[in-house]
């Protein structure tokens, strides 16, 4: 059963399969924009937990419910890490990975600017990814891989830690939406310019 939260300023309900039924016109538009954003979080969350599925974590396959991280993982405080973002398509020919081999390619490639030692080969990662693919059952997909240190220790220094190795797939439809594919997406040019930064590499996917 839900447990009751406090979800609009003094007013209470239930989030959760037995929402309590709120008037909503009696509410102001800044109390329906919170609860709107409310329901969509719990709707999120619980698509999350009820996902299925695999991801590959260091060799193996583990549950998607099951492939959690130490809270002190040293990425997850210091930001040093590395990713992929790769797509695959369905085509009339099957399932087709968008340039897999350079996706990898510069994962290691960010690994090795950023000093980090990836503890698989190339072709490890790479047929990794295909399977994780396949291993899921999905005709389209968006493939993440990530490596990052490990929660041995904590400070600047990233030395003598591990670097464990994921990477997970699902479906991910349009980035910006269906309708973009066929009728297009309206875009501008910012007048704001990123800072510059000289003292860094330019050709690396950190997680930063």
């Given at each position: ?25 009696k ?27 695999v ?22 405080h ?57 291993d ?9 891989p ?8 904590m ?54």
């Amino acid at each position: 059963m839900s447990a009751a939260k406090e979800t609009l300023d003094g007013a209470s309900g239930l989030i959760g399969e037995e929402e309590e039924q709120i008037d909503e016109s009696k509410l102001s538009w800044r109390e329906r924009r919170k609860l709107n954003k409310q329901r969509k979080a719990e709707a999120k969350k619980r698509k999350a937990a009820e996902k299925d599925g695999v991801i590959w974590m260091d060799g193996k396959n583990v549950d998607w419910r099951d492939a959690n991280v130490h809270v002190l993982t040293h990425s997850l405080h210091y930001g040093v890490g590395v990713f992929e973002g790769i797509r695959a398509y369905e085509t009339s020919s099957g399932t087709a990975i968008f340039r897999l081999d350079d996706h990898v390619k510069r994962l290691f490639q960010s690994a090795h600017i950023l000093g980090m030692k990836i503890p698989f080969s190339f072709e490890t990662i790479r047929d990794a990814c295909v399977n994780s693919v396949k291993d899921n059952n999905l005709d389209s997909a968006y493939i993440r891989p990530i490596a990052y240190y490990g929660s041995e220790g904590m400070g600047l220094h990233a030395s003598d830690l591990s670097v464990p190795v994921s990477i997970a797939s699902w479906f991910w439809g349009a980035y910006l939406g269906d309708e973009g594919l066929s009728k297009g997406v309206d875009i501008c040019l910012s007048p704001f310019e990123k800072e510059v930064k000289i003292v860094s590499y330019g050709r690396k996917n950190e997680a930063e």
